[in-house]
């Protein structure tokens, strides 16, 4: 496979002093507050991997920012390539007032990490490619903003949270309720023991899904690299109804709902309790899973964790019961945390909080106590780290570990059986059966 | 007649002989998925393959070993494709080695070969291994890949010699492979083999070797050899490697240890690279002890102020006391962001022996607004008495810092001192006492509070005591309390105090409160009426109805019209009231309404009543052109929630609304409901 090898101004003068320019550099505060869109040199250059839905949308928000140059955008899918490359024309060509063509397209991402300009990349490939992904980003010096789940099994997120650590990277999870006041209020509250002590979490997440409508393969459409977007996963035949929107109703790509927006809602109960849960846990999982030619993920779910340190965690298919809701938003889905003092409930998403007592919310945390990292905005949070060299509000490690916790619930639910988790260790106890689906073997030639 | 004893044997037989049928059955059933097996296709139900696995899932081993030989026996079968996969699926989960064999010659098949890897590669015994060591021999270049990724990930050590030989050869993607799999597996003669190509590799394979090179030396220094993978990490930092493979071999030095650690980082974080600098800080947060405290901290004044104030940032955050002096000494410091950076940690370490400084830096220049963040996260204990005590008598502007201070760090303690302060000679002392008692204040200072706005210091301050009251009224729990202390002061008030003090009173929202409102409504003087009218306007509970809608259909003034009228309209949309009184009060309000504006109000509150009758209210108001797209959004909001009811009102409003609605989302809604409704 050939593989373009791009000179820009860039890797000029790279060559003539590489350990001055190389990489991302601290840009000062002078370079950022002035109100001129700072110099090409002085942008950071970001390129999208999957350009779909969640990273067309990014690559759009990218656009709002000044300190940012959208340099390319990846995908299998070449008419997604093309709507967004001309998305990103259209605009900084009404910035700078003359017709700008300089965002390139590519369908290998290889290519793109080749490229010395370009300083971070946005991953909105499907979940089985995240992992996979950051790995090659991180070791080709690239800063990373990777989508929840980051990792469709728990040793290939444990590979991408290492490579982030050994290259420096600053990485942020896309788990864009961490960058919300509310969640991180309501973590405050849990962590400085104003529900008293807590001895149960309740993760609500609902979700129907419909037949597939799968009846067998089909073409594979004109510029779409289906061998590609399969990567390291099993070859199957082709279905529209695989790939874009819908692969996260497949295991072979996605846990469903439980890591889809259980990687939001998990997130921040992990992220509120976090010094409560000491494990090792006992997991029983029951889940119901789709019959269908297609799809397979658990649609209804029942798993309950208990901890070591006492506390009991459960994540159910079910509503939240209408009296623990916020009347205005009237969100089903969210996490409540109950203790001995009371009880809180955080819709997911958007944060609604609902207390009893209801003056719990009126709670101030005073400067002494435990704050949580605070992000006014999720993508500026990473674009700054990237400057700073700073932490991110979701770093990898975080990534992981709630992608780790949402993978154990989608196991327990497909073993029926009790499981033992050490979370130290990140493996199951005497259970050689649970721990050989920590990972899956990886399609030729695909590894990590 | 049988005997109970009989009775109770013959039932048990009945019972034995229907869960034996019950059983045969459900074999029956597996038996009859396993010969239809064969013949899957992709698109087809996987109910029966369903059942096979939940069969394998639920069997004790000796079935689910019979089992999974059975579907062995299919790979070598005239079975489709598909079968095929889903079999090696099953085998990956449940196959032992007594079907390596079978699986073991699809290693090198074109269409299974991925497959049957899948399976092989979990399966936890020595065969399985084996079998895909012996297939390198004869597969080809992409299953050949395949094979060393799947050894890799078992750590073959006798596929070692096989790999570095891959590792050497011409083939790119196959010498990558075999790159990933050596530093999986490890061992002397992978790190032999990774060094030596090191020095010759290109491109890809030489960003690959590298990186497998650093995970070997992980894998040293997690073997407790920490010497020998130093020594690794030193090799890996060299200046003409990319930066980013410096910052993984920094990173491996700095958790190594050893003599060459610190020389280096005092190289780094004196040097002019300020990436390499955050990394190194970094690195040392994660893996060193407190002595680091102090290296840092001798290291300080030596750095370029850039430097310094990423050393000052990380200090704060390492949270060690210890480097309180060498911090305290930075806020001298000439250099803006250095200054700034130390008043930052001062915040985080200090104690009450750094307020004069931040207090100082607070009143006033560049860093002022870091000293106030810093005042607000000083950690120690002893800072809030020392904070209460300077802002009893400091000179004012020290006090009022260290009373906004006080209020951002909730320190309630402070109250009755802030009480006083709210009475102080300097006017930016009162304003910000007044603040922090907005923020602290309980039922208890509500009496001091009601006092300050009759009476307070300077008329100017009346505006924000009246806020702090209702602020604090509307928190307290002991509203009868409050209205009572509001109320005592009330009647010999002065007007203007009057007027302030009754804006208050739908804080505290009680009967008597809401008594004295009412009679205030029909006082002779025009600030104490507009006071009580708009007071009334903001009450918390439909009590004030009546009276409001009574306002609204008589007064003259028009402000007080609409401010009567509005504040009835939003008392008709609470929640304790049942429908028909909500509608009643909605149809009294469009009647006494003049103008659109409130019109509009009443439409939409209407539209968050379930009631076919809402839908009627509002069906008139879709032919007036100044209300048609609040009528609008109403009508659909209203026919939504109907279940059902009323299926002729929603035909007859809907198709109104498709008359007239130019938004396209609404008219897609009220498509819907209007064929719903049978339109």
């Given at each position: 496979?050939?593989?373009?090898?791009?000179?820009?101004?860039?890797?000029?003068?790279?060559?003539?002093?590489?350990?001055?320019?190389?990489?991302?550099?601290?840009?000062?505060?002078?370079?950022?507050?002035?109100?001129?869109?700072?110099?090409?040199?002085?942008?950071?250059?970001?390129?999208?991997?999957?350009?779909?839905?969640?990273?067309?949308?990014?690559?759009?928000?990218?656009?709002?920012?000044?300190?940012?140059?959208?340099?390319?955008?990846?995908?299998?899918?070449?008419?997604?390539?093309?709507?967004?490359?001309?998305?990103?024309?259209?605009?900084?060509?009404?910035?700078?007032?003359?017709?700008?063509?300089?965002?390139?397209?590519?369908?290998?991402?290889?290519?793109?990490?080749?490229?010395?300009?370009?300083?971070?990349?946005?991953?909105?490939?499907?979940?089985?490619?995240?992992?996979?992904?950051?790995?090659?980003?991180?070791?080709?010096?690239?800063?990373?903003?990777?989508?929840?789940?980051?990792?469709?099994?728990?040793?290939?997120?444990?590979?991408?949270?290492?490579?982030?650590?050994?290259?420096?990277?600053?990485?942020?999870?896309?788990?864009?309720?961490?960058?919300?006041?509310?969640?991180?209020?309501?973590?405050?509250?849990?962590?400085?023991?104003?529900?008293?002590?807590?001895?149960?979490?309740?993760?609500?997440?609902?979700?129907?899904?419909?037949?597939?409508?799968?009846?067998?393969?089909?073409?594979?459409?004109?510029?779409?690299?289906?061998?590609?977007?399969?990567?390291?996963?099993?070859?199957?035949?082709?279905?529209?109804?695989?790939?874009?929107?819908?692969?996260?109703?497949?295991?072979?790509?996605?846990?469903?709902?439980?890591?889809?927006?259980?990687?939001?809602?998990?997130?921040?109960?992990?992220?509120?309790?976090?010094?409560?849960?000491?494990?090792?846990?006992?997991?029983?999982?029951?889940?119901?899973?789709?019959?269908?030619?297609?799809?397979?993920?658990?649609?209804?779910?029942?798993?309950?964790?208990?901890?070591?340190?006492?506390?009991?965690?459960?994540?159910?298919?079910?509503?939240?019961?209408?009296?623990?809701?916020?009347?205005?938003?009237?969100?089903?889905?969210?996490?409540?945390?109950?203790?001995?003092?009371?009880?809180?409930?955080?819709?997911?998403?958007?944060?609604?909080?609902?207390?009893?007592?209801?003056?719990?919310?009126?709670?101030?945390?005073?400067?002494?106590?435990?704050?949580?990292?605070?992000?006014?905005?999720?993508?500026?949070?990473?674009?700054?780290?990237?400057?700073?060299?700073?932490?991110?509000?979701?770093?990898?490690?975080?990534?992981?570990?709630?992608?780790?916790?949402?993978?154990?619930?989608?196991?327990?639910?497909?073993?029926?059986?009790?499981?033992?988790?050490?979370?130290?260790?990140?493996?199951?106890?005497?259970?050689?059966?649970?721990?050989?689906?920590?990972?899956?073997?990886?399609?030729?030639?695909?590894?990590? | 007649?049988?005997?109970?004893?009989?009775?109770?044997?013959?039932?048990?037989?009945?019972?034995?002989?229907?869960?034996?049928?019950?059983?045969?059955?459900?074999?029956?059933?597996?038996?009859?998925?396993?010969?239809?097996?064969?013949?899957?296709?992709?698109?087809?139900?996987?109910?029966?393959?369903?059942?096979?696995?939940?069969?394998?899932?639920?069997?004790?081993?000796?079935?689910?070993?019979?089992?999974?030989?059975?579907?062995?026996?299919?790979?070598?079968?005239?079975?489709?494709?598909?079968?095929?996969?889903?079999?090696?699926?099953?085998?990956?989960?449940?196959?032992?080695?007594?079907?390596?064999?079978?699986?073991?010659?699809?290693?090198?098949?074109?269409?299974?070969?991925?497959?049957?890897?899948?399976?092989?590669?979990?399966?936890?015994?020595?065969?399985?291994?084996?079998?895909?060591?012996?297939?390198?021999?004869?597969?080809?270049?992409?299953?050949?890949?395949?094979?060393?990724?799947?050894?890799?990930?078992?750590?073959?050590?006798?596929?070692?010699?096989?790999?570095?030989?891959?590792?050497?050869?011409?083939?790119?993607?196959?010498?990558?492979?075999?790159?990933?799999?050596?530093?999986?597996?490890?061992?002397?003669?992978?790190?032999?083999?990774?060094?030596?190509?090191?020095?010759?590799?290109?491109?890809?394979?030489?960003?690959?070797?590298?990186?497998?090179?650093?995970?070997?030396?992980?894998?040293?220094?997690?073997?407790?050899?920490?010497?020998?993978?130093?020594?690794?990490?030193?090799?890996?930092?060299?200046?003409?490697?990319?930066?980013?493979?410096?910052?993984?071999?920094?990173?491996?030095?700095?958790?190594?240890?050893?003599?060459?650690?610190?020389?280096?980082?005092?190289?780094?974080?004196?040097?002019?690279?300020?990436?390499?600098?955050?990394?190194?800080?970094?690195?040392?947060?994660?893996?060193?002890?407190?002595?680091?405290?102090?290296?840092?901290?001798?290291?300080?004044?030596?750095?370029?102020?850039?430097?310094?104030?990423?050393?000052?940032?990380?200090?704060?955050?390492?949270?060690?006391?210890?480097?309180?002096?060498?911090?305290?000494?930075?806020?001298?410091?000439?250099?803006?962001?250095?200054?700034?950076?130390?008043?930052?940690?001062?915040?985080?370490?200090?104690?009450?022996?750094?307020?004069?400084?931040?207090?100082?830096?607070?009143?006033?220049?560049?860093?002022?607004?870091?000293?106030?963040?810093?005042?607000?996260?000083?950690?120690?204990?002893?800072?809030?008495?020392?904070?209460?005590?300077?802002?009893?008598?400091?000179?004012?502007?020290?006090?009022?810092?260290?009373?906004?201070?006080?209020?951002?760090?909730?320190?309630?303690?402070?109250?009755?001192?802030?009480?006083?302060?709210?009475?102080?000679?300097?006017?930016?002392?009162?304003?910000?006492?007044?603040?922090?008692?907005?923020?602290?204040?309980?039922?208890?200072?509500?009496?001091?509070?009601?006092?300050?706005?009759?009476?307070?210091?300077?008329?100017?301050?009346?505006?924000?005591?009246?806020?702090?009251?209702?602020?604090?009224?509307?928190?307290?729990?002991?509203?009868?309390?409050?209205?009572?202390a509001m109320l005592a002061a009330l009647d010999a008030a002065p007007a203007d105090a009057k007027a302030a003090l009754l804006q208050t009173l739908p804080a505290a929202g009680t009967d008597k409160a809401l008594a004295a409102l009412k009679k205030c409504v029909g006082s002779d003087d025009e600030k104490v009426r507009d006071a009580a009218i708009r007071s009334l306007a903001d009450w918390p509970d439909p009590a004030a109805a009546p009276d409001l809608l009574a306002i609204a259909q008589t007064v003259e003034k028009t402000a007080h019209q609409v401010l009567a009228l509005r504040g009835y309209i939003r008392l008709a949309g609470s929640e304790s009231l049942k429908a028909d009184q909500r509608l009643q009060m909605?149809?009294?309000?469009?009647?006494?309404?003049?103008?659109?504006?409130?019109?509009?109000?009443?439409?939409?509150?209407?539209?968050?009543?379930?009631?076919?009758?809402?839908?009627?209210?509002?069906?008139?108001?879709?032919?007036?052109?100044?209300?048609?797209?609040?009528?609008?959004?109403?009508?659909?909001?209203?026919?939504?929630?109907?279940?059902?009811?009323?299926?002729?009102?929603?035909?007859?409003?809907?198709?109104?609304?498709?008359?007239?609605?130019?938004?396209?989302?609404?008219?897609?809604?009220?498509?819907?409901?209007?064929?719903?409704?049978?339109?």
């Amino acid at each position: 496979m050939s593989r373009r090898t791009r000179l820009t101004r860039r890797r000029l003068l790279q060559g003539a002093a590489a350990a001055a320019l190389a990489g991302p550099y601290i840009v000062s505060a002078d370079a950022l507050g002035l109100a001129a869109r700072p110099s090409a040199s002085n942008r950071l250059g970001i390129a999208g991997i999957g350009v779909g839905g969640r990273g067309g949308g990014h690559m759009r928000s990218l656009l709002q920012d000044d300190d940012v140059q959208v340099l390319a955008v990846c995908d299998v899918d070449r008419g997604r390539a093309v709507a967004n490359k001309n998305v990103i024309e259209k605009h900084y060509s009404g910035v700078q007032g003359t017709t700008y063509a300089g965002c390139d397209t590519y369908k290998d991402f290889r290519e793109v990490l080749d490229r010395p300009d370009v300083d971070a990349v946005v991953i909105g490939a499907p979940d089985h490619w995240h992992s996979l992904l950051t790995v090659y980003a991180a070791r080709a010096g690239k800063d990373i903003y990777c989508e929840k789940p980051v990792s469709n099994t728990i040793l290939e997120g444990r590979k991408a949270a290492d490579a982030v650590k050994r290259y420096g990277r600053v990485f942020q999870t896309g788990s864009q309720e961490r960058s919300r006041d509310n969640c991180r209020y309501a973590g405050e509250l849990v962590q400085n023991g104003y529900l008293g002590k807590v001895h149960t979490i309740r993760v609500f997440l609902p979700k129907k899904v419909g037949p597939s409508g799968c009846k067998g393969p089909e073409p594979i459409p004109e510029g779409f690299d289906y061998d590609m977007w399969l990567g390291p996963r099993p070859w199957e035949p082709y279905h529209p109804r695989r790939c874009h929107g819908t692969f996260r109703w497949i295991r072979d790509y996605s846990d469903g709902e439980l890591t889809d927006r259980g990687a939001h809602t998990n997130d921040i109960a992990l992220l509120a309790a976090e010094p409560l849960l000491k494990g090792p846990a006992t997991i029983i999982g029951k889940g119901r899973f789709i019959d269908d030619p297609l799809f397979d993920v658990a649609t209804e779910y029942n798993v309950e964790f208990q901890y070591a340190s006492g506390i009991r965690y459960i994540v159910s298919s079910e509503q939240a019961p209408p009296d623990v809701i916020c009347s205005i938003t009237g969100d089903r889905r969210g996490i409540k945390f109950e203790g001995d003092r009371g009880w809180l409930f955080v819709a997911i998403h958007g944060g609604a909080l609902k207390a009893d007592p209801p003056d719990l919310l009126k709670t101030k945390i005073g400067p002494g106590e435990i704050h949580l990292g605070r992000s006014p905005d999720h993508r500026r949070n990473w674009l700054d780290a990237i400057k700073t060299r700073g932490p991110t509000v979701a770093p990898a490690e975080d990534g992981h570990r709630t992608a780790t916790f949402c993978h154990l619930t989608d196991i327990a639910c497909w073993l029926d059986r009790k499981l033992v988790w050490d979370f130290d260790k990140e493996e199951f106890v005497n259970d050689p059966g649970a721990n050989a689906m920590r990972d899956r073997p990886a399609r030729s030639p695909w590894n990590f | 007649m049988p005997s109970t004893r009989t009775r109770i044997l013959a039932g048990l037989v009945v019972c034995v002989l229907a869960a034996a049928a019950v059983s045969w059955a459900a074999e029956a059933d597996v038996e009859q998925a396993m010969k239809d097996l064969p013949k899957y296709e992709f698109g087809q139900s996987r109910a029966q393959l369903t059942l096979i696995q939940e069969t394998l899932r639920a069997a004790e081993p000796a079935k689910r070993t019979d089992l999974c030989n059975r579907l062995a026996a299919l790979l070598s079968s005239g079975a489709t494709d598909a079968a095929k996969r889903w079999v090696c699926r099953q085998l990956s989960i449940f196959g032992t080695e007594a079907q390596v064999p079978q699986l073991a010659p699809l290693l090198v098949d074109e269409q299974l070969s991925d497959m049957a890897r899948y399976a092989l590669e979990r399966i936890e015994h020595p065969s399985a291994v084996e079998a895909m060591r012996k297939a390198l021999a004869s597969a080809k270049p992409g299953q050949k890949i395949g094979l060393i990724n799947s050894l890799g990930v078992r750590r073959d050590e006798k596929a070692v010699d096989d790999l570095v030989k891959a590792l050497q050869g011409g083939d790119q993607p196959t010498a990558t492979a075999a790159a990933r799999a050596l530093a999986k597996i490890g061992g002397p003669k992978a790190v032999e083999a990774l060094a030596d190509m090191r020095t010759k590799a290109e491109g890809d394979l030489l960003a690959v070797v590298r990186d497998a090179y650093l995970q070997c030396a992980d894998g040293l220094l997690a073997a407790g050899k920490a010497a020998q993978a130093a020594e690794m990490y030193q090799q890996m930092y060299k200046p003409d490697l990319p930066k980013h493979v410096r910052t993984a071999a920094l990173r491996g030095i700095v958790a190594a240890g050893g003599e060459k650690t610190m020389p280096l980082l005092t190289e780094i974080l004196t040097g002019n690279d300020t990436e390499m600098q955050a990394s190194a800080l970094r690195f040392l947060r994660e893996v060193a002890g407190p002595e680091i405290t102090k290296a840092l901290t001798d290291l300080l004044p030596k750095l370029p102020p850039e430097t310094q104030a990423m050393m000052l940032a990380d200090l704060g955050a390492r949270g060690d006391p210890a480097a309180l002096p060498a911090v305290a000494k930075a806020v001298a410091s000439d250099n803006e962001a250095v200054k700034k950076a130390a008043v930052l940690a001062l915040g985080q370490l200090g104690d009450a022996s750094t307020l004069p400084a931040l207090t100082a830096l607070a009143a006033g220049g560049p860093c002022a607004d870091e000293a106030r963040q810093a005042l607000d996260t000083l950690p120690a204990a002893n800072v809030n008495p020392a904070m209460i005590e300077q802002a009893k008598s400091a000179e004012p502007n020290v006090r009022k810092e260290v009373i906004r201070s006080l209020g951002a760090r909730g320190v309630t303690a402070a109250v009755p001192v802030l009480v006083q302060a709210a009475r102080a000679d300097d006017k930016a002392v009162r304003q910000e006492a007044f603040r922090s008692l907005e923020k602290l204040a309980g039922s208890q200072a509500v009496p001091e509070l009601v006092a300050l706005v009759v009476n307070p210091k300077d008329a100017e301050d009346r505006p924000a005591a009246q806020r702090a009251l209702a602020t604090v009224a509307g928190r307290c729990p002991e509203k009868e309390a409050c209205a009572s202390a509001m109320l005592a002061a009330l009647d010999a008030a002065p007007a203007d105090a009057k007027a302030a003090l009754l804006q208050t009173l739908p804080a505290a929202g009680t009967d008597k409160a809401l008594a004295a409102l009412k009679k205030c409504v029909g006082s002779d003087d025009e600030k104490v009426r507009d006071a009580a009218i708009r007071s009334l306007a903001d009450w918390p509970d439909p009590a004030a109805a009546p009276d409001l809608l009574a306002i609204a259909q008589t007064v003259e003034k028009t402000a007080h019209q609409v401010l009567a009228l509005r504040g009835y309209i939003r008392l008709a949309g609470s929640e304790s009231l049942k429908a028909d009184q909500r509608l009643q009060m909605y149809k009294d309000a469009m009647a006494a309404a003049k103008r659109p504006d409130e019109k509009k109000q009443v439409l939409g509150g209407l539209g968050g009543v379930k009631a076919v009758a809402a839908l009627e209210m509002v069906i008139p108001a879709l032919d007036d052109a100044a209300l048609q797209k609040e009528a609008c959004a109403a009508a659909v909001a209203i026919a939504k929630n109907l279940g059902g009811q009323g299926k002729p009102v929603i035909v007859e409003a809907m198709k109104k609304v498709l008359a007239i609605s130019k938004d396209k989302r609404l008219n897609g809604e009220a498509q819907t409901l209007l064929k719903k409704a049978g339109g």
